[in-house]
């Protein structure tokens, strides 16, 4: 007899959640919930099914239709955005899905996750992985829109063959993937393991064979390779102009003091 398959999806609907402001979450939801903390929540709808919410901002579902789990993001959207920083334009654009079924062991495939039974937190355990691979997905976009602006201010250099003056934007887009680092490192704890897992082996071997399946350690690194790379680039890009904003402030004042002296010069000749 072939098992049942469920499915549990998680889509990036904001850069931050505050959970401790969803106070009538429940009410609004119509929902019960079933743990509580400071960085997550979990509700059960009835029939099975299960809603994460974790404050780095995502939104997880099991076994929740396609049309009830948009309908619960856009009633997420309306009546707590106040509790969110950072909505995403488009709330169903970075997403992520994997699908779970009941078997004698657990097991991680491409493509399918197997787990003994139903139990809350081994479906929380793929829920938060699956949440993780979520925000890296919107994150790899988002670092890779910085590198094709980065490479767009080496073309423009290249082609005009001069440093720019003006460092006020490289500035900011350097500051800017200052804050991108920083948001990645603070949302995503993607090197901490959930405090559960240490007494539970089930659960620690779900939570490592995800990690290693979604490649979330080497996609994490790779993001931070590339912010790297982009920072000190710029960096590069913003000292040499700086160097040469300070070499054309020392010829100006050169120019002054030689002005000045002619000045003088024709002043005791007269």
Known sequence: ????KYIIAAYRIA????IRNLNNIDVILDATI????????ELHTGSDSRIYIFNFGTI?????PKVKQHQIISKVAKELSAAMTGMQVDLY???DQMPVKIGDKVQVDFDLVTVPDLHDDALRIVALILSHSVIIDYY???????LELSNA???QIKKRWRIPRATQKLTNFLVECMITKQQIITNLFVLDSPDELWENPELDSIYKQMKKMLEISSRFKALDYKLKLIQENLSVIVEL???RSNLWLEFIIVVLIVVETLIALVALTR
């Open 241 to 243: 102009s700086s160097t």
């Open 1 to 4: 007899m072939v098992s049942k």
């Open 15 to 18: 850069e931050k959640v505050s």
């Open 93 to 95: 654009a970075i997403s």
């Open 34 to 41: 079933i743990r509580r903390s400071s960085e997550e929540i």
């Open 60 to 64: 997880a579902f099991f076994n929740c």
């Open 140 to 146: 790899e976009q988002h670092v890779e829109n910085l």
């Open 153 to 155: 201010q080496f073309a």
